[in-house]
């Protein structure tokens, strides 16, 4: 009789134990799984206020939520930086700060040429053309598209930071590309307008 006891206290220790791993058995303490913090996709009351005629508005008192009463989404502190992220803190309109501060981290190896042309002919091709002449496909119906390369361009002498801040940030009819391009590919493409000047 006293050796049924341990054996029956196995027998019910194992009914809690499962191969697949997708079942927890009994919860003994359940102030253990039930954590006071809401959870991603769950709804949170407290950003939940109600107005006089019972209508639910953005908690005027509480944290505030991101996308309206009952999201777990707070706004992030100001001056918080996503993971991988780098800011671009220049002026859109000063070229010189940028022009003087940065400098290309890349060595123009042959992959990052490669890199660099590929990029350029996807994103830049289409206005200033392949060769960099600013005979793109696009350049009959955009007037006076700037030549990158050859004698009449303005751009022999930009330094790397100016190349690199106006396709971060545009200038005029020219768009900002910071948001098709990782800053690497930036750079590249600034090694592949070198490569074109270059070449006669
Ligand atoms: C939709 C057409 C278009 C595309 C695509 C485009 N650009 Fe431009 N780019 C222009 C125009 C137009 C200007 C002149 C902007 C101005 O009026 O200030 C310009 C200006 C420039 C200048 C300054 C030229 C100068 O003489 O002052 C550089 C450098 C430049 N672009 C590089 C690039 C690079 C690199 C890419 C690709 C990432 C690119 N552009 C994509 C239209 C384009």
């Not at 991603?40 to 109600?50: A, G, N, P």
């Amino acid at each position: 009789m006293r050796s049924i006891i341990p054996l029956l206290l196995i027998l019910i220790s194992l009914q809690y134990c499962n191969y697949a791993g997708n079942k927890s058995g009994l919860h003994w303490f359940l102030d253990m799984h039930d954590n006071l913090a809401v959870e991603s996709q769950e709804e949170d009351l407290t950003t939940i206020f109600f107005n006089h005629n019972n209508q639910p508005v953005k908690g005027s008192d509480v944290l505030e939520s991101q996308t309206g009463p009952g999201s777990t989404m707070r706004v992030p502190p100001e001056g918080s930086i996503p993971i991988n992220y780098t800011p671009y803190l220049y002026d859109p309109s000063d070229f010189d700060t940028p022009a003087k501060e940065l400098k290309n981290p890349l060595k123009p190896t042959k992959q990052i040429l490669e890199l660099g042309q590929k990029q350029y002919n996807i994103f830049c091709s289409i206005c200033h053309g392949y060769q960099g002449k600013g005979d793109g496909p696009l350049s009959p119906r955009i007037s006076a598209i700037p030549a990158l390369v050859g004698e009449k361009s303005n751009v022999l002498d930009w330094e790397d930071g100016r190349f690199y801040h106006i396709i971060t940030v545009g200038r005029a009819r020219m768009k900002a590309y910071a948001a098709q391009l990782t800053p690497e590919e930036r750079w590249a493409i600034i090694h592949y307008i070198r490569l074109l000047q270059n070449t006669k």
